[in-house]
């Protein structure tokens, strides 16, 4: 089973700066099968990026993923308060087992 | 518009079955894959089952393998998590998740509010 590993665990970054999500497989996983979510406190997670890269419906440009292989990064690229959240990173599709990384919390200073 | 609605949570001694249901709204529903996945209090994500967009393959967690069955009405576009012999560490949250497409491997694209189990005697 592959394990997914978030860092850091907490960011804390002031409004407009650039904030990078690492998400790393104990695996190589398929680009294809790697998505990325929000949850804000009190609400249901929500799609920001599947296939590593490609952003989901309604989601603003600011946010991008990158990454192959075993390592993966969601970037932020000016955060905004809006943005305060936990995000998650999910492989799909390795056996049909669907894994989730523990998350990392991004707040603002 | 897409809407996923749960229902059947509630509190449940330890030992015992709870079945969850998801009504879906707003797409075709026999057209997708669907998901159940868990949030225990104040902790992070965990996925239970995917079943296909037929109801033909069902996939689980090892830690619900063998207690937890998913399953589907598509005529009645509804998603159902059957759950027996429940353990205090199922308490969580649930929500039903739809998969971006018919294939099983793929993100989930739209999710319900989700449904509280407590498991507590």
């Known amino acids: 089973e592959i394990v997914l590993t978030q860092s850091p665990g907490t960011l804390s970054l002031s409004p407009g700066e650039r904030a990078t999500l690492s998400c790393r497989a104990s695996q190589s996983v398929s680009s294809s099968y790697l998505a990325w979510y929000q949850q804000k406190p009190g609400q249901a997670p929500r799609l920001l990026i599947y296939g590593a890269s490609s952003r989901a419906t309604g989601i603003p440009d600011r946010f991008s993923g990158s990454g192959s292989g075993t390592d993966f990064t969601l970037t932020i690229s000016r955060l905004e308060p809006e943005d305060v959240a936990v995000y998650y990173c999910q492989q799909y599709g390795n056996s049909l087992i669907f894994t989730f990384g523990p998350g990392t919390k991004v707040d603002i200073k | 518009q897409v809407h996923l609605v749960e229902s059947g949570g509630g509190v449940v001694q330890p030992g015992r079955s709870l079945r969850l249901s998801c009504a879906a709204s707003g797409f075709t529903f026999r057209s997708y894959a669907m998901h159940w996945v868990r949030q225990a209090p104040g902790k992070g994500l965990e996925w239970v089952a995917v079943i296909s967009y037929d109801g033909s393959s069902t996939y689980y967690a090892d830690s619900v393998k063998g207690r937890f069955t998913i399953s589907r009405d598509n005529s009645k576009n509804t998603l159902f998590l059957q759950m027996n012999s429940l353990r205090p560490e199922d308490t969580a949250v649930f929500y039903c998740?739809?998969?971006?497409?018919?294939?099983?491997?793929?993100?989930?694209?739209?999710w319900g509010q989700g449904t509280l189990v407590t498991v507590s005697s």
């Open positions: 998740a739809r998969a971006a497409g018919l294939d099983i491997a793929a993100a989930s694209d739209y």
